[in-house]
């Protein structure tokens, strides 16, 4: 069982930059693929950002790619979601999620976050 604990969140204005962070605990996630996804209100979750377990590939929606970057430190067991030129559109719930394998885009997960509020003022 693993168990994720997403921090980071917060209100910003836009243009600025957040850095979320994943801990995971329970069991070790250095050999698991870990995802960023968000809800915004009314909307369904979507996926954000993919790394797999060395770092060595990631994938990125669309709307987030050149802006977000996903990295993660398996000494930790953390994975990161670097925000940057945040937009209101951005604002959502952010979800981390852990899955045995690395498959772009979104997939079915294993274990999920229970999520951090993020704000962007225009």
């Known amino acids: 069982q693993v168990q994720l604990v997403e921090s980071g969140g917060g209100l910003v204005q836009a243009g600025n930059s957040l850095r979320l962070s994943c801990a995971a605990s329970g069991r070790t996630i250095s050999t698991s693929a870990m995802g960023w996804f968000r809800q915004a209100p009314g909307k369904e979750r979507e996926f954000v950002a993919v790394i797999n377990w060395t770092g060595s590939r990631t994938d990125y929606a669309d709307s987030v790619k050149d802006r977000f970057g996903i990295s993660r430190d398996n000494a930790k067991n953390t994975v990161y979601l670097q925000m940057n030129s945040l937009k209101p559109e951005d604002t959502a719930v952010y979800y981390c999620?852990?899955?045995?394998?690395?498959?772009?885009?979104?997939?079915?997960?294993?274990?999920w976050g229970q999520g951090t509020q993020v704000t962007v003022s225009s």
């Open positions: 999620a852990a899955r045995r394998f690395f498959v772009a885009g979104g997939g079915k997960y294993d274990y």
